[in-house]
Nanobody, 121 residues
């Protein structure tokens, strides 16, 4: 019904920057909150940043002042600008969107495929 495709991951040195992108497509009636999660081996997936349909952002404390989430509702796209990256930011980053599909009259979460971010010298 709905697909989320991510891009922008890669290898970067500490202090560097990356910009992640995620585009939702398919039989979409409405996209509400969109967000980015990250996961490392052996740990649970955690919410990094989210942005409401009206544009209000929310961040986990560890990335405040370094990461910026933004969205283009007309294109159902969300970005995560990651600055001043640290080794502890290394993880697989997953896009998430709360979507009402034209094929289902209820709100549910969809996930991107994940993109690897590695911060290392």
């Amino acid at each position: 019904q709905v697909q989320l495709v991510e891009s922008g991951g890669g290898l970067v040195q500490p202090g560097g920057s990356l910009r992640l992108s995620c585009a939702a497509s398919g039989r979409i009636f409405r996209v509400n909150t969109m967000g980015w999660y990250r996961q490392v081996p052996g740990k649970q997936r955690e919410l990094v940043a989210s942005i409401a349909s009206g544009g209000t952002p929310n961040y986990v404390d560890s990335v405040k002042g370094r990461f910026t989430i933004s969205r283009d509702s007309g294109k159902n796209t969300v970005w995560l600008q990651m600055n001043s990256l640290k080794p502890e930011d290394t993880a697989v980053y997953y896009c998430n969107a709360a979507v009402v599909s034209t094929l289902g009259g209820y709100l549910r979460a969809y996930w991107g495929q994940g993109t690897q971010v590695t911060v290392s010298s």
